[in-house]
């Protein structure tokens, strides 16, 4: 089976509905390191929260689309550090 990947440098959804999205907790974390990265931030679910609903344009780096099996990840910088409490 091939995985094929489609890279795009446009947006594929609105970061709107992204936004609304983390607000509802509706989101997933994918990828071979993401979890070990916000593990290794010591970031809390809620910190990832807060960062994804505060995401502007300016941020959007690209879109992955994988056919196979069929998913979208979006990639975005932020250059932010966890406010400490």
Do not use: W
């Not at 960062?51 to 300016?58: D, E, K, Q, T, W």
């Amino acid at each position: 089976m091939v995985n094929t990947i489609k890279e795009t440098h446009l947006p594929h959804y609105l970061l709107d509905d992204i936004r609304q999205a983390a607000h509802r907790d509706n989101f997933r974390y994918e990828g071979r390191k993401v979890n070990t990265d916000i593990r290794n931030l010591s970031y809390t679910s809620e910190d990832v929260k807060k960062c994804i609903s505060g995401l502007v344009s300016g941020q959007f780096k690209k879109c992955l689309h994988y056919e196979v099996p069929s998913m979208m990840f979006i990639s975005v910088i932020i250059n932010k550090q966890k406010t400490q409490q």
